[in-house]
Structure formats: structure tokens, C-alpha cells
């Protein structure tokens, strides 16, 4: 393993890696003469360049959903047709027509939804449309919709889809009964999901008792198709992690005792009738199989990570403690990472410390320390996180916890304070990196001169245009496009492409322009189109 990425994580160390192989900034990119009048026309020419120099790297769906929500839909379809985007190009299809309903272009989307000739792909775009023909308030023109769906294995999402959307526009009564036209037929692939879709609409309502009717048959469900599979364990998950939230842990605890009872009878030892000198065949034979859990054991460390993130303190810890029996038992697979996270998180560092110490690895014991430290910071306890993360012997694991505390104090305004923790970070990487929460900070509080010379300081060039896209976010329109134009300097369009239609109108358009007309001049091989579809980046290679 590469030194490093455990203590760091996976995401970090390519992000870290991939700042350090790009270099630090250029002498002179931090010449405020760069963009100086801060004029659109000018910014105009910085992203056309950088499009230009970036157009092998192909755009991706980022730069077709900003045509979208710039009103340009049919640019984005030229974009994606072009080839110049991923390599599914149906799926992008179907995929801007939700993208368009979402921004309130209806007409467009019903408009590329009809253009699409093949079966399955007008069938699954007819179904993206719904949600947003029901929250324009068409309720019967969305339904009639879902009427018109071809193909039988679509129908129950569209109505789940629909029953969703009208939910969250708080008519419960036409969601139930577009939730039981979803649940009426069982069977096909998003069964599952239909089902806990409906489950939570029904408890949203009030009627406990339906949700509960059609959380038993997600059970079921499970029970029949079995949980070994990706997608089966991700439905119980959901499901035992929606009801802890609202307080109710019945089928948690017999999940729990079902796994509890597997793993001591799989600690069991076995017996034979045979004698010593049995051959090897006739002992194959003979051997018993236990019989496989219920459900499959992976499922709890996926559970407490969504416990984690979305139940309160007491939800946590009560599951937390239902867990540790299992940690008594080899059953297979490690929890004491997701409990770790799950203790920590919640405050309790001590218990959560304990668990990692028992780990043998020192990288993995340090990482795993760096988890419990970090989801400490997160709960809003920095002083104690940072405390703790100075007492560690692991310099990647000091670095991370400390630029999560950095983080944190900079989104809750202790600016000095984080600014004044930054030297403490052992990583120079992570101390440019950590510096972009305070820049971002700063600015909020109306110190953008202070956050731009702190932007400035940072070394690694792509560090510090994440630095600067963070000020364009907060800053006044000339500002902003100055920044901008240092920020597509260093680290190319996709830096600022979020805001880039409030600063200046027709930036995505111009960068679609020199994607495409270099595509043109350029047409991809079938081996190339893979590799992309394969990576589907967006922005700079």
C-alpha cells in the first residue's frame, strides 16, 4: 500500500497526488493585472482559451447540465451527440431530460423526451419527465403520463416518481393512492425501491400502519430474493436505518440476534463420526454445510455508517450498543471501523479510541484513529479533536485531523482560530488544502482583500484555484470574474463552472463551442470514447 493512503483516505491522497504532479502556481499568477477591468467579453476569451487547450479531455454531463440551467438545451444535446461528453450517450440523453425538468423547462424536456426514437430509452426519459410535470402542479397531466409508459417494469417507478413529488408538495392523500398504484404489482428490479419509497410517503402521511405494511414486505422482499447482493443489502439498510431514525429498533434487534446466532454457531466447533485416517474424499462427503444467515453480515457496517450520518445521539448509541455483541464474535467482517465512526461521532472518542487501539497494523490503527478524530471534529467538538490529533505519532493522520478541524472552525466563523491552526498541519499539501475553508471564510465574513492574499499564499497551483472558485462563490461580480480568470489560469474551466452563468451569461456556451468544434476536427475512436465514458471527467484532463 502507498505510503500515505490509508492515514489519509483514498479520496484525499488522489486529490493530494494529483495537486503535487500538476506543480506549483507560475511566477506571476498572482498578478492583479490579470482580468483587472473584470469585463465578461474578457472572461469570455480566458474560458475559450482553457476550453481550447482542455478540449481532448472531453466535457462530461457537468458541462451539459450548466447549458441546461442556462437555457440551452439544445446545445447540451449537440454536446452530448458530439461525442465530445461520455460514452453512454443514450443514458446522458435521458439524463438531460430530468436535467430540464428540474429547471423548469418543461416544454424542452417533452420536446428531447420525443425526439428519442428507441423503445427503451423514450420510455425511461418519458418516466424522468413526471416529477417535474407534477411539481409544475399538473397532477393529472403527470399521471396520464405515467399511463402512456410503455413497458410494464417501468410503470411502478414512474408512479413511485410521481407519488414522491406530490408528496413533497404536501397533497398525502393523491400520494397514497399514487404510492398503491405503485406497490399493486410486485416484482422487477426496482421493486425494492418502489417499496420504500411508498413506506416513507405513508409515514410522511401519518398512516403508520401502511408504512409498516409495506416495510414487512421490503423484508420479505429481501428474504426471498436474498441479501448477498449489492442492491438487496442497500434495502435493508434503508430500511432499518428509517425506522431507527423514528425511533423504532423491533426489527433491527432480530436482524441482530438473526446475524448474533450465525456467527456462534460458525464458531462452533464441528464434529466427525470418522476416524483420523479417513481419506480426504470420504471427509469432503461427509462434511456439513451450515446453513447461510438470513441476511448478509455486510449489512451492518453499511447500517451504522447511515446511522452515523442521519440519527440523533440517542438513536447512535442505542445502536451502537446492540452491535457490540457481534464485535465479540469473528463473524467474518470488521466492524470496528463503523462503530469507531458511530461512537465517535457522537462523542463518545474515548470508547471510540479504545476500539482502534486494537488494531495490529500501525497504518491501519492510525487511520482508523483519524476516522474517530474526524467525526469528533464534525460533531463540533474541535477543541477536543485537536487536543487529541497533536497527540498523534502518525504525521498523515495528524495532517487529515487537523485540516478537518481547520474546516470546521472555518464554517463555524473561527476564522483566527483555524487560520492560526494551519502551521500545525505537518503536510505542506495539507496546509494549502486546509487554507481553502479559510479563504472561503473570510470572504463570507467581509474580508475579501484579506482572503485573497491568504489564497495567494498557497503554493500547489489546482490548490490554489480551488482557493480562488471558492471567493468567486462570495464576491461581487467584477471581483468574482477577476477571480475567475486567475482561478481557469491555474486549474482550468471546471474550477468555476458552477457559478459561471451569474457572472457571466453565455460561459458555458462558449466553452461548449471550442469542445465541440475541436471534437469535430478531432472524432474519437471507439477505444478512445470508451476509456472517457469509462472515467467520465469533466473540466481539465
Request: negative net charge.
Amino acid at each position: 500500500m502507498p505510503k500515505g493512503l490509508a492515514q489519509l483516505g483514498s479520496w484525499l491522497y488522489v486529490r493530494r497526488a494529483r495537486d503535487q504532479r500538476l506543480g506549483p502556481a507560475p511566477a506571476g499568477s498572482a498578478d492583479r493585472g490579470l482580468l483587472r477591468s473584470g469585463f465578461v467579453p474578457c472572461l469570455l476569451t480566458v474560458l475559450r482559451l482553457a476550453a481550447h487547450q482542455e478540449a481532448d479531455g472531453g466535457a462530461g454531463m457537468g458541462l451539459a447540465a450548466a447549458l441546461v440551467r442556462a437555457g440551452h438545451l439544445a446545445r447540451a444535446v449537440e454536446l452530448v451527440r458530439s461525442g465530445a461528453g461520455r460514452s453512454g450517450r443514450e443514458e446522458d440523453l435521458v439524463r438531460l431530460v430530468r436535467t430540464a425538468g428540474e429547471a423548469g423547462d418543461l416544454d424542452g424536456a417533452r420536446a428531447l423526451a420525443e425526439s428519442l426514437t428507441e423503445r427503451p430509452q423514450h420510455d425511461r426519459a418519458l418516466v424522468a419527465r413526471i416529477p417535474a410535470v407534477a411539481r409544475a402542479g399538473d397532477h393529472e397531466g403527470a399521471a396520464a403520463l405515467v399511463e402512456t409508459v410503455r413497458y410494464p417494469h417501468n410503470r411502478p417507478q414512474a408512479w413511485a416518481a410521481l407519488a414522491k413529488a406530490v408528496a413533497d408538495g404536501g397533497d398525502f392523500p393523491a400520494a397514497l393512492g399514487y404510492a398503491a398504484r405503485a406497490t399493486e404489482r410486485g416484482g422487477g428490479a426496482d421493486s425494492g425501491r418502489v417499496l420504500l419509497t411508498a413506506m416513507e410517503i405513508a409515514h410522511a402521511a401519518g398512516d403508520h400502519v401502511l408504512a409498516g405494511t409495506f416495510a414487512d414486505r421490503v423484508e420479505d422482499l429481501v428474504r426471498c430474493e436474498g441479501s448477498k447482493g449489492t442492491g438487496q443489502r442497500a434495502l435493508l439498510v434503508a430500511l432499518l436505518a428509517f425506522e431507527a431514525r423514528n425511533g423504532d429498533l423491533d426489527r433491527l434487534d432480530a436482524v441482530l440476534r438473526s446475524l448474533v446466532r450465525a456467527a456462534s454457531a460458525e464458531a462452533e466447533p464441528q464434529e466427525t463420526d470418522v476416524d483420523s485416517d479417513a481419506d480426504a474424499l470420504y471427509l469432503t462427503i461427509l462434511a456439513r454445510r451450515r446453513p447461510c444467515p438470513p441476511f448478509d453480515v455486510r449489512l451492518v457496517p453499511e447500517l451504522l455508517e447511515e446511522v452515523a450520518e442521519t440519527a440523533d445521539r440517542e438513536v447512535a448509541l442505542a445502536v451502537a450498543d446492540r452491535i457490540e455483541e457481534l464485535l465479540l464474535h469473528d463473524a467474518g467482517f470488521d466492524l470496528r471501523e463503523a462503530v469507531t465512526l458511530l461512537l465517535a461521532r457522537h462523542g463518545q472518542a474515548e470508547r471510540a479510541m479504545a476500539l482502534a487501539d486494537r488494531i495490529v497494523e500501525p497504518d491501519l490503527r492510525a487511520a482508523r484513529k483519524a476516522d474517530a478524530l474526524e467525526a469528533l471534529a464534525r460533531s463540533g467538538e474541535t477543541a477536543r479533536a485537536e487536543a487529541l490529533a497533536r497527540a498523534l505519532s502518525d504525521r498523515w493522520a495528524r495532517s487529515r485531523v487537523l485540516m478537518t478541524v481547520v474546516g470546521e472552525l472555518a464554517r463555524r466563523g473561527e476564522t483566527a482560530r483555524a487560520e492560526a491552526l494551519v502551521p500545525a498541519i505537518p503536510d505542506r499539501w495539507g496546509r494549502g488544502e486546509a487554507l481553502v475553508d479559510v479563504v472561503g471564510a473570510l470572504a463570507r465574513q467581509g474580508e475579501p482583500e484579506r482572503a485573497e492574499e491568504l489564497a495567494h499564499t498557497i503554493v500547489l497551483g489546482e490548490t490554489r484555484a480551488r482557493a480562488l472558485a471558492a471567493l468567486v462563490e462570495v464576491s461581487d461580480p467584477v471581483r468574482a470574474r477577476r477571480l475567475a480568470a486567475r482561478a481557469v489560469f491555474l486549474g482550468g474551466w471546471g474550477t468555476v463552472l458552477l457559478d459561471l452563468e451569474e457572472i457571466a451569461p453565455g460561459g458555458a456556451l462558449a466553452i461548449a463551442e471550442e469542445v465541440m468544434a475541436w471534437w469535430e476536427a478531432h472524432p474519437p475512436t471507439t477505444e478512445e470514447a470508451q476509456r472517457r465514458g469509462r472515467r467520465g471527467r469533466g473540466g481539465r484532463p
